[in-house]
């Protein structure tokens, strides 16, 4: 098992971006609060993550990687195993 926490701000700032990338897609369907996501459903993230990297692009388009929220969700992926 797995775990995320998304804060409010969290939630606004994936559902500000939306169904444009597949990061915000798959997480949109979070609320804000602690997540326990089993193995099957974190490979499904992890996956959606990779897509947006197709073509050589960065993760998590639309996203400030210097943002709280884009330190949980590299650590998120580097924590599935």
């Excluded at 499904?44 to 996203?63: C, N, R, V, W």
């Excluded at 400030?64 to 330190?71: F, I, Q, R, Y």
């Amino acid at each position: 098992m797995y775990s995320l926490e998304l804060t409010p701000e969290d939630v606004s700032t994936i559902l500000f971006v939306g169904h444009r990338y597949c990061w915000s897609e798959i997480l949109s369907a979070y609320d804000a609060g602690e997540h326990t996501i089993p193995e099957h459903e974190a490979w499904e993230i992890s996956s959606a993550f990779g897509a947006d990297t197709e073509g050589g692009h960065s993760y998590f388009p639309m996203l400030d990687h210097g943002s709280e929220l884009a330190g949980k969700l590299f650590a998120f992926m580097d924590s599935i195993v």
